[in-house]
Each structure stands twice: as C-alpha cells, then as structure tokens.
C-alpha cells in the first residue's frame, strides 16, 4: 500500500540553524501539508500546497518557514533560523484532488529538536 | 474561535467493552468533512474514519463508528469491543470547505484496561 514517507526520522539542530524536513508524498496526490506537534499536545496545522503554490497557512507559518516542491516527488519544509520553540514533531499529509475526497495520509513525521 | 472541541482528556474502557470519544466542531461552511485519527506512543498518525458533512448515513469503519449529529455539531466516535492495541490518544479533525485546512482537537487519551 502506497505510504507518505518522511526524513529523517529524527533531526537535532542548534539554535539559529536551517533545517529542511523531507516528505515524499504519495503518487497520485496533489495537496499537500505540513503540520507540527508540540510534545503533549494537539497537531497545528502550518500550510497546504497544491498546484506548485501555497493554498493556506496558519499563523504559525510566519517569514521562517517555507516549502518546496523541487522535483515531482519530494515536498520540503524549510526552517530558516531555528527557535527553541521549532522543537516539535512535523508530519506531511497528502490527498487526493477533489473536494469530496476523504482522509489525509500522514507521514510517520519528523522529530525535531533545537538546542 | 476553536473548531474542534474535544472535552475528555484522557478515558478509560474495559477490554471487549464499547467507548465513546466526543467532539463537537463550529463550521459555518456548508460542506465539511470531519475525521478521525489515532496516534499511538510511537507517534504516527493512523487514520480511523471519515463523514462528510453532506453523508447521510454514519460512517462505519470496522469496529469503528461516528455519530455524526449535524444539528448538534458533533462528531463523536465510537469504538466496539475495545482490545488492548486501542491504547493510544485520539484527535476528531475537521477539513474545511475548500479542503485547504483541516484543524485538529487537543485530543483524547485512551486506555483499555484488561
């Protein structure tokens, strides 16, 4: 069965660093997302991407963060300038197109910790 | 405003016994979908069942089932025959109408005693 996969699993960073988080969504899929989830608390969504260019962010998606999508696979979160605070699980989600579509399938996420 | 409500933090069930997860959403988009994810320790997140707000019946999804009162803005799922692999947190989401953002409740711890 097709999965989204995520790397690395686990990536420690010093404060102030750029880290980029990488997701190979699933084939056939044409939106994508982003979300982050604190440790113990509930998942925030960050951006969606469809079409080569972002449909939403939330307001956590400031001027530090951005995505890519450089090849037709790969899906990127850029942090630029890493915060205690980034320190979370980030989880890449696709679907496929149309309104009526169901669930999202989640990558295994990424943990990241800023020291 | 908050989307999606989940008011029970942590629930307990005896094994082979029925549960109930609540959520209640707020929307004012006519079409909507709302689902439900579980996430164990280890940290993914499996997606259990989908209604779309337009769905007249309830979706069922193996042991898992959501009732889903429009009126009411809720959401809640059921689990049937809880089993020891049940144990994990639970989050209700809910995707809006352009399907661009899905926003997820704080979630619900579940433990399944033996």
């Known amino acids: 069965e097709p999965e989204v996969t995520q790397t690395p699993s686990h990536q420690v960073t010093q404060m102030g660093q750029e880290v980029i988080l990488r997701c190979v969504p699933i084939?056939?899929?044409?939106?994508f997302y982003w979300y982050r989830q604190i440790l113990g608390q509930k998942v925030e969504f960050l951006v969606s991407?469809?079409?080569?260019?972002?449909?939403?962010k939330s307001e956590i998606f400031d001027d530090q963060f951005s995505v890519e999508r450089p090849d037709g696979s790969n899906f990127t979160l850029k942090i630029r300038s890493t915060k205690l605070e980034d320190s979370a699980m980030y989880f890449c989600?696709?679907?496929?197109?149309?309104?009526?579509?169901?669930?999202?399938?989640f990558g295994p996420g990424t943990r990241l910790t800023v020291t | 405003a908050q989307k999606i409500t989940q008011t029970q933090p942590g629930m307990f069930v005896q094994e082979k016994e029925a549960v109930t997860l609540d959520c209640t959403y707020d929307?004012?988009?006519?079409?909507?979908?709302l689902f439900w994810y579980k996430q164990p320790s280890s940290g993914e997140m499996i997606f259990l069942i989908y209604?779309?707000?337009?769905?007249?019946q309830n979706a069922t999804e193996g042991r898992y089932s959501l009732n889903f009162q429009k009126a009411r803005k809720s959401a809640n799922l059921v689990i049937s025959a809880s089993q020891l692999g049940d144990s994990a947190m639970y989050f209700c989401?809910?995707?809006?109408?352009?399907?661009?953002?899905?926003?997820f409740g704080t979630g619900t711890s579940l433990t399944v005693i033996p």
């Open positions: 989600a696709s679907r496929q197109p149309g309104q009526g579509a169901g669930e999202q399938y």
């Open positions: 084939s056939n899929h044409l939106y």
């Open positions: 991407f469809y079409n080569n260019e972002i449909s939403e």
């Open positions: 929307t004012s988009d006519p079409s909507y979908g």
């Open positions: 209604q779309g707000s337009y769905d007249q």
């Open positions: 989401a809910m995707r809006d109408q352009a399907g661009n953002q899905f926003y």
